[in-house]
């Protein structure tokens, strides 16, 4: 079992940048591919980064691609998002999430994954 816990999320200007973090806890964190995914109201959950249990390899959405960056620190059993040049359209609910991985993979799709975050708001202004 794995615990996510994400923050960083607030209000925020359209240009202006955001940091979200994913805390985990529960099982070694480093055997883990982790992903963020965002959810707007009315619309289906989507893809917006992931990475793979080293960090050598991560993956993007078109949508996000040059503006979001996706780390994590395996001493801290962290994951992060770097969001910058938000627009309106950013607006909505992130998670993070892992699965469990015996190799350097990164995972795309939300039916992929085995454990969810609660979520944080991002709110971006137009």
């Known amino acids: 079992q794995v615990q996510l816990v994400e923050s960083g999320g607030g209000l925020v200007q359209a240009g202006d940048s955001l940091r979200l973090s994913c805390a985990a806890s529960?099982?070694?964190?480093?055997?883990?591919?982790m992903g963020w995914f965002r959810q707007a109201p009315g619309k289906e959950r989507e893809f917006v980064a992931a990475?793979?249990?080293?960090?050598?390899?991560?993956y993007y959405p078109d949508s996000v691609k040059g503006r979001f960056t996706i780390s994590r620190d395996n001493a801290k059993d962290t994951v992060y998002l770097q969001m910058n040049s938000l627009k309106f359209e950013d607006t909505a609910v992130y998670y993070c999430?892992?699965?469990?991985?015996?190799?350097?993979?990164?995972?795309?799709?939300?039916?992929?994954?085995?454990?969810w975050g609660q979520g944080t708001q991002v709110t971006v202004s137009s």
């Open positions: 999430a892992a699965k469990w991985q015996a190799t350097a993979t990164v995972l795309r799709y939300k039916y992929e994954y085995d454990y």
């Open positions: 529960g099982r070694t964190f480093s055997t883990y591919a």
């Open positions: 990475i793979s249990r080293s960090g050598s390899r991560t």
